[in-house]
């Protein structure tokens, strides 16, 4: 899922489309609203997908779900999002 900060959630001016409970790393939970849909684009592919509100200042975060839709990899030499190299064009989707 994509987190976004409050304030941002704002600016885009995203409708609440339910709340949640999450869970963080060290195990805390917390009621979230969820907002969107967000139209996403990243390295000229693009998504629609809902958006988690964090707390003003924290963060943008976008999940792995997000990443795998997009057929985008994380190039940690670069610290930069990629392209998937089997799929230079347009992500691949695959059916199992």
């Known amino acids: 899922m994509v987190a976004l ?3 941002v959630a704002s600016q ?4 609440t489309v339910r709340e949640v409970t999450t869970r963080y790393g060290n195990n805390t ?3 979230k609203r969820v907002v969107g849909p ?6 000229g592919r693009d998504t629609h997908c809902d958006v988690l509100v964090e707390s003003p200042g924290t963060r943008p975060l976008i999940g792995q779900i997000v990443l795998e839709e997009l057929d985008l990899l994380v190039d940690p030499k670069k610290q930069a999002l990629v392209p998937n190299p089997e ?7 695959e059916v199992l």
């Open 5 to 7: 900060p409050e304030e």
């Open 12 to 15: 885009l001016g995203l409708e």
């Open 38 to 43: 967000a139209h996403l684009e990243i390295a």
């Open 29 to 31: 939970k917390a009621r």
């Open 87 to 93: 799929s230079p064009d347009m992500p691949l989707i």
